[in-house]
């Protein structure tokens, strides 16, 4: 069964960055796409990133061009390098492969 286990949230300033992994057990993920999803508090989880086995990579609208999305299929592990933080960019993050989720991490960016 496939685990997804998130690392790297915290707190940053506006214009700071910060880098999640999400690492997964079972080999079968490096054939499927992985990618990010995010919840702040009193919406809906919303699409970051997505990036599928053959590295081909969605993003919002909201963060493209300041989120990036990458995966290492040998390691089974997909990472978010987000930068120029913004104080909307707060949430818990969750790391996502078909079926799956991570338990999340939180990301808050200060003004």
């Known amino acids: 069964q496939v685990q997804l286990v998130e690392s790297g949230g915290g707190l940053v300033q506006f214009g700071g960055s910060l880098s999640l992994s999400c690492a997964a057990s079972?080999?079968?993920?490096?054939?499927?796409?992985m990618g990010w999803y995010r919840q702040a508090p009193g919406k809906q989880r919303e699409l970051v990133a997505v990036?599928?086995?053959?590295?081909?990579?969605t993003y919002s609208d909201s963060v493209k061009g300041r989120f990036t999305v990458s995966r290492d299929n040998r390691k089974n592990t997909v990472y978010l390098q987000m930068n120029s933080l913004k104080p909307e960019d707060t949430a818990v993050y969750y790391c996502?492969?078909?079926?799956?989720w991570g338990q999340g991490t939180q990301v808050t960016v200060s003004s």
């Open positions: 996502w492969t078909p079926g799956r």
């Open positions: 079972g080999s079968i993920v490096s054939r499927v796409p």
């Open positions: 990036i599928t086995s053959g590295g081909s990579t």
